[in-house]
T-cell receptor, first 118, second 113 residues
Framework: AQTVTQSQPEMSVQEAETVTLSCTYD???????LFWYKQPPSRQMILVIR??????QNATENRFSVNFQKAAKSFSLKISDSQLGDTAMYFC???????????????FGKGTKLTVNP | ETGVTQSPTHLIKTRGQQVTLRCSSQ?????VSWYQQALGQGPQFIFQ???????GRGNFPPRFSGLQFPNYSSELNVNALELDDSALYLC????????????FGQGTRLTVV
């Protein structure tokens, strides 16, 4: 079974600075996707960034980038120029497309609570 | 905002009762997945519906059941509610076999007393 581990329950950063959130995962699969989702107090999960395992190049989306280390099964999220609106829970998630049982389910970590301070 | 809507947003039920939660999928999507998120935890996969049939299930008892309708909207039913069923229930809409991107609704907060 796949597992996702986020070892930092809480983190804080000053506005405009850079922060990195850690995530490790365990799988025997070779083809999979990794995601970072943001969950603000409004509760809605918002996709921040996605990485396909077959791509060596790290994904970037504006101020958000990942460091994907496939051999180490590590997938960290870097937020540059942090903004107050980045304050939220951040979840790392794994998906094995058409995995066992045929479902495309997401496996989530327990999350990291990020606070951006003014 | 995504095109995924859930209703109701909040609900209070008594232990032993039954509850139905609803989710409308985003236009163009054919798959709905349901997740349970307990306080302070990450979401846990309950089950997924594709083409009106259950397509994979997590570690949840049979009293958790669902439906998907021809318009791809979905319901989650929970019978014989227990206190531990208190959680945020999230619905995610996606296109099966597509680009693996799921869009979530805002969730239903269920409290069992």
């Amino acid at each position: 079974a796949q597992t996702v581990t986020q070892s930092q329950p809480e983190m804080s950063v000053q506005e405009a600075e850079t922060v990195t959130l850690s995530c490790t995962y365990d799988t025997s699969e070779n083809n999979y996707y990794l995601f970072w989702y943001k969950q603000p107090p409004s509760r809605q999960m918002i996709l921040v960034i996605r990485q396909e395992a077959y791509k060596q190049q790290n994904a970037t989306e504006n101020r958000f980038s990942v460091n994907f280390q496939k051999a180490a099964k590590s997938f960290s999220l870097k937020i540059s120029d942090s903004q107050l609106g980045d304050t939220a829970m951040y979840f790392c998630a794994f998906m094995n497309p058409l995995g066992r049982g045929g479902s495309e389910k997401l496996v989530f970590g327990k999350g990291t609570k990020l606070t951006v301070n003014p | 905002e995504t095109g995924v809507t859930q209703s109701p947003t909040h609900l209070i039920k008594t232990r032993g009762q039954q509850v139905t939660l609803r989710c409308s999928s985003q236009s163009g999507h054919n798959t709905v997945s349901w997740y349970q998120q307990a306080l302070g935890q990450g979401p846990q996969f309950i089950f997924q519906y594709y083409r009106e049939e259950e397509n994979g299930r997590g570690n949840f008892p049979p009293r958790f059941s669902g439906l998907q309708f021809p318009n791809y909207s979905s319901e989650l039913n929970v019978n014989a509610l227990e206190l531990d069923d208190s959680a945020l229930y999230l619905c995610a809409s996606s296109f099966f076999g597509g680009v693996a991107e799921a869009f979530f609704g805002q969730g239903t907060r269920l409290t069992v007393v």
